[in-house]
């Protein structure tokens, strides 16, 4: 279980997240919508220990992992597949995948064979490109490529900023569609950071609304979706 | 000007250019995981010669001294990144560039203090016969450096391409950010790769030092050569660093040759200039870009 409490943070000298508080359950797929700059790319990177956060705590199964930094959570059990999905563009898909095990790949050299075959099965589309560079896969094939990397390390729970991002329909369904293999069968924790807000709720458990940096509303998929207020801000749906 | 002659400018040319690529090498090494321009790593190269000069008046044989001295570099290299370099990271590049000049001048100044104003003469490593190839002569000295060159070239490439410590390496330079997020921690990569840097500054210093003997003073001159082959190929890629390395030194042999010795400086110095002008991103390096 992931717990968030009372969470701030800062970039420079302006206050991004106001005491943010959320929990994720084990099995769970929690998503976290909001407009542009609510602060939810600096959700993930505060939880990721890129920022360190102001005030609060983060622990997940409670080990407290806020404060650390980047480099040591993943090895904690806390995986980012950050915005924009960032491959190593000159490294080649093996390495890209080998390199996310990076954390424990000293320790537990054994694993890097089950878990890239772990990896390939989950999108087989990777196994054709294995030795040619991160760099010139299609967009959707990168981000499969990051959430493959991000799932090497035997990570506890794995965060997604906007892997729908500028890919076609009939991608975003097949990486949805992995989401809810991640959760089902690696029992992995996922929180999924989306603009697309229906993507978004079509696989998510639990929803938190975000805005200005605060948590304004939070709720089961179908409370969240039944909202009016959420359904005519982010989905245009006009109020009866 | 007979055959003979042009063979022999190569030769030499190609000498001193592979000594300019060890350290154009060293250049573009922590140039590429860190995006410092180090202006000290000429200085790598006079502590190397010197030191393994000491060691051999210590009385070590040389097969001891030239790794002792390898080492004692590479832990200078590690030191500065470890003491200096870390703490001025979130500086501007232009900033980080004025912080590794006062560098050199410090190890520079340092190295007066514990060696002398004195040039001192190395040996040389090897001892044959010279050999002839179209008339012209190639010392066992000069052989030796080209083969050094291959074999770190050969171990460079199996390093950065084969090992998984040499993938993370390259993955902290292109994407520092996503390393972080595996779990490298691209500060301990800043300290390998000056530490491998200063190993093969070091390098260069002691293969040239039989050449030309070695002073406190050597790394300024051998250090703005190497830069200047870095820029030549490409800042960021090591093939591009030795074949500018390579150029540099047969035009620089060609002037000696032709021209004179006096204006073989200004030389390189136009070529880099040139480039700059021309092609700034260098002969072989290419335009960078990515899919968004």
């Known amino acids: ?240 | 000007m007979d055959f003979a002659q042009v063979v022999q400018y190569l030769i030499s040319g190609l000498t001193v250019g592979s000594i300019y690529a060890l350290l154009a090498i060293g250049f573009v090494t922590i140039y590429n995981t860190t995006g410092i321009l180090n202006f000290a790593q000429g200085e790598f190269a006079m502590i190397g010669a010197m030191s393994c000069i000491s060691f051999i008046g210590w009385g070590f044989p040389m097969y001891a001294a030239i790794p002792s001295a390898i080492l004692v570099t590479s832990f200078v290299g590690l030191f500065l990144e470890r003491t200096l370099i870390k703490r001025a990271r979130r500086s501007t590049p232009v900033h980080m560039v004025v912080i590794t000049i006062g560098l050199s001048i410090l190890l520079k100044g340092i190295g007066m203090i514990i060696w002398g104003t004195y040039p001192k003469s190395l040996s040389p490593i090897i001892h044959a016969a010279p050999i002839e190839i179209f008339g012209a002569v190639m010392t066992s000295q000069s052989l030796f450096i080209f083969i050094v060159l291959i074999m770190l070239l050969i171990l460079l490439y199996l390093f950065f391409d084969k090992t998984y410590l040499g993938s993370a390496l390259r993955a902290s330079e292109t994407n520092p950010r996503a390393a972080n997020l595996m779990g490298i921690n691209t500060q301990s990569m800043s300290a390998l790769s000056f530490s491998l840097a200063a190993a093969l500054g070091a390098i260069s210093g002691i293969i040239i030092a039989p050449m030309t003997d070695a002073t406190y003073e050597m790394g300024l001159m051998i250090g703005l050569k190497g830069f200047v082959a870095m820029v030549i190929g490409g800042m960021n890629n090591i093939s591009g660093a030795v074949m500018g390395g390579l150029l540099l030194g047969v035009l620089e042999a060609f002037s000696n040759g032709f021209l004179s010795s006096t204006y073989s400086d200004a030389i390189s110095f136009s070529v880099l200039l040139l480039v700059l002008f021309l092609r700034p991103m260098g002969l072989f390096g290419k335009t960078s870009g990515a899919r968004v």
Do not use: C, W
Not at chain 1, 40 to 49: A, D, E, Q
Not at chain 1, 87 to 106: A, D, I, P, R
Not at chain 1, 143 to 157: F, N, T, V, W
């Open chain 1, 1 to 240: 279980m992931l717990k968030i409490d009372n969470l701030s943070a800062s970039i420079g000298n302006v206050r991004i997240l106001h005491s943010i508080h959320m929990q994720v359950n084990e099995g769970e797929i929690v998503s976290v919508i909001g407009a542009n700059g609510a602060g939810k790319s600096t959700l993930l990177n505060t939880l990721s220990g890129l920022y360190k956060p102001t005030e609060g705590t983060v622990q997940l199964f409670s080990e407290t992992i806020s404060g650390l930094p980047a480099h040591k959570v993943v090895g904690r059990g806390l995986s980012l597949v950050p915005e924009g999905r960032q491959v190593f563009s000159n490294l080649t898909v093996k390495e890209n995948l080998l390199l996310g095990m990076y954390s424990n790949y000293f320790k537990k050299k054994e694993l890097a064979k089950p878990n890239l075959e772990k990896v390939l099965e989950m999108f087989p589309g990777l196994k054709k490109h294995l030795n040619n560079l991160g760099g010139l896969l299609s967009g959707g094939e990168q981000q499969m490529l990051a959430i493959g990397r991000g799932l090497m390390s035997d990570p506890k729970i794995i965060l997604l900023d906007e892997p729908s991002m500028g890919l076609a329909p009939m991608i975003v369904n097949e990486i949805l569609a992995n989401l809810k293999f991640i959760k089902e069968q690696l029992g992995v924790m996922v929180i999924l950071v989306e603009q697309n807000v229906k993507a978004a709720l079509n696989v998510a458990d639990r929803v938190y609304v975000m805005d200005q940096g605060r948590v304004t509303l939070s709720g089961t998929r179908d409370e969240i979706g039944k909202n009016e207020d959420v359904m005519s801000a982010y989905l245009g749906v006009k109020r009866a």
